[in-house]
């Protein structure tokens, strides 16, 4: 059975996301969601925690599928596809875990040489030099032979890194890349994000909070909250375009549109103070 | 409804549940199988790591098990004169029950909760979804390698098991106690059947319980919340449900195969 593809693939849109509505838990994620993201380009999803961010990519991916609305990447819609069309699908997409998620069963090179012995009959000596192509693109040329334990934080995301990029895929989606990096480190990936879009065309989405990391590299930036997108538009000015949402968000207020503290009873009720105020 | 009966009644619904949904997993295993005949060097090391590295304590427990049998058979059996009978007895003992009962036990407490703990942290750390999202099915390159070499290692090590147990008997009968040497051999060498007693007994028993161990373990792994509490309890389930499993079990083959 092949797996459907849309009659009329965008060729500008490499993600288009209609109507998506995720209700988890009781508590609505998505609403209704609409979202293009498009193709050779870097877009960058920002918002406050536990918007849905990584949800989203979630979706992109087929981890999860929404209640209702569609998701379609390249033009095939992710919750039609078979379990080989969704394997197909991811072969073509990089994705860089918010907490690495390395095997820990193997050491670094062998982490990042993964996708390339699963899925290719490469000669050793290719995947070795491949492997350690990229490992130098993130500087851990030299770690290579060191386990996931050994490594800190910013390291093993750097590894994780070298292993979302290893195929060279046509989108790649970084969940949170830039936390754990110390300048230098930070800088580097941001350089190796926007090489890797500007050489190969890679579409990237970049699901970050540090506005001042995205400026650098993003297209375009979209602020994701109360399950839709809130604002859009050109990374340098998104923060100046006085809606409430950004002013808050970017401005870090506790009160706006964006809501800060989980919804909760009477705060005085609950300390019991409520009789003593009569 | 008195709360005690609705408490039993969810229990058993429960329980019931876990079963049908294992059940429903075995049957993911066992379509994986021609898929994970690409990872056979992970089949191959799995296999060391169940099979070889569990070794030390089957054969030090295959040793002792014989040697505390042979002492209190021969106690008994002193008393009737028939103390030439022991190692007869020991070698039934340990073919037909505590061969394949007591190494399927030991595996459960040795390889089982680590490859319950092991798939647990898996998917605690995102490991499994990575394996996901690098197109890589989990199910034919985690679960399938452990399930079959449980199934492999669990014959071998009750093997070996049984081997130990005859030369602890041998050594407390005949080096320690007394038993001449070609009465032991002969009296059990008359009795023993190689088809009921080893085929029946060792080799079919523990390879039923090598299934019912790893698919145990495996399950619990993948089902485990993917918290440090939930591998906790993961892990002690495979060992209570391997457990009644394998002596549920031991009954009901011994009854059909007797």
């Known amino acids: 059975m092949t797996d459907p593809v849309d009659a009329t693939p965008d060729d500008a849109t490499l993600v288009r996301i209609r109507g998506l509505t995720t209700v988890l838990g009781g508590k609505t994620i998505f609403d209704a969601l609409d979202m293009d993201i498009p193709r050779g380009k870097i877009t960058s999803i920002m918002g406050p925690s536990g918007t849905g961010k990584t949800t989203l990519l979630k979706h992109i991916t087929g981890q999860m599928h929404g209640d209702a609305g569609s998701v379609h990447v390249d033009g095939r819609e992710v919750a039609a596809l078979s379990r080989q069309g969704l394997y197909k699908l991811r072969e073509g997409i990089g994705y860089l875990f918010q907490n690495s998620a390395l095997l820990t069963d193997f050491d670094v090179f062998e982490n990042v040489a993964f996708p390339l012995r699963q899925h290719t ?13 990229k490992l130098q693109a993130v500087g851990l040329r030299g770690a290579a032979r060191l386990m996931p334990n050994e490594l800190s934080g910013g390291m093993m995301r750097r590894v994780a890194l070298a292993r979302a990029i290893v195929f060279d ?13 110390d300048p230098v480190a930070l800088n580097q990936v941001l350089k190796l ?30 602020l994701l909250s109360n399950g839709k997108v809130v604002a859009q538009g050109d990374p340098k000015t998104i923060a100046d375009d006085g809606s409430p949402w950004t002013r808050q968000f970017f401005g870090g207020e506790a009160d706006g549109p964006i809501p800060f503290r989980y919804p909760a009873g009477d705060y005085a009720t609950e300390l019991g103070f409520a009789g003593a105020a009569k | 409804m008195s709360a005690r009966a609705s408490q039993g009644r969810n229990v058993a619904t429960n329980s019931l549940a876990q079963i049908g949904h294992c059940g429903l997993f075995l049957l993911t295993l066992l379509a994986a199988i021609p898929r994970s005949f690409r990872y056979l060097r992970e089949t191959i090391r799995q296999l060391w790591f169940v099979g070889a590295m569990s070794l030390t304590i089957i054969m030090v427990c295959g040793l002792f098990v014989g040697m505390v049998l042979m002492l209190q058979l021969y106690h008994v059996l002193s008393i009737f004169g028939g103390t030439s009978a022991s190692g007869m007895v020991v070698a039934l003992s340990v073919y037909r029950e505590l061969g394949p009962v007591v190494t399927a036990l030991l595996f459960a407490g040795r390889a089982g909760t680590a490859i319950t703990a092991e798939i647990g942290l898996m998917r605690a750390t995102d490991q499994i979804s990575a394996m996901e999202m690098m197109a890589v099915d989990p199910i034919a390159y985690v679960a399938t390698p452990r399930f079959l070499a449980g199934l492999i290692a669990m014959p071998l090590l009750s093997c070996v098991f049984s081997a130990m147990a005859i030369f602890g008997g041998h050594l407390v009968g005949v080096t320690w106690l007394g038993i001449d040497n070609g009465t032991f051999w002969a009296n059990m060498t008359a009795v023993v059947d190689v088809r009921t007693d080893i085929v029946n007994g060792v080799l079919l028993k523990s390879l039923v319980f090598g299934a019912v161990v790893s698919l145990i373990a495996v399950f619990q792994g993948f ?9 906790a309890y993961a892990t002690t389930r495979t060992v209570v449900a391997s457990s009644i499993a394998i002596l549920a079990l031991d009954f009901v083959l011994t009854a059909f195969l007797m």
């Not at chain 1, 009959?121 to 192509?133: A, K």
């Not at chain 1, 890797?196 to 990391?213: D, K, W, Y």
């Open chain 1, 121 to 133: 009959t490469l000669p050793e000596v290719l995947i070795r030099n491949l492997v350690l192509m």
């Open chain 1, 169 to 181: 895929p046509q989108l790649i989606l970084y969940d949170e890349p830039f936390v754990g990096l």
């Open chain 1, 193 to 222: 994000i926007l090489t890797l879009n500007q050489t190969l065309g890679i579409t990237s989405v970049v699901v970050s909070h540090e506005l001042a990391a995205v400026q650098q590299i993003a297209d375009q930036v979209m």
């Open chain 2, 223 to 231: 089902t485990t919340p993917p918290t440090s509490e939930g591998v």
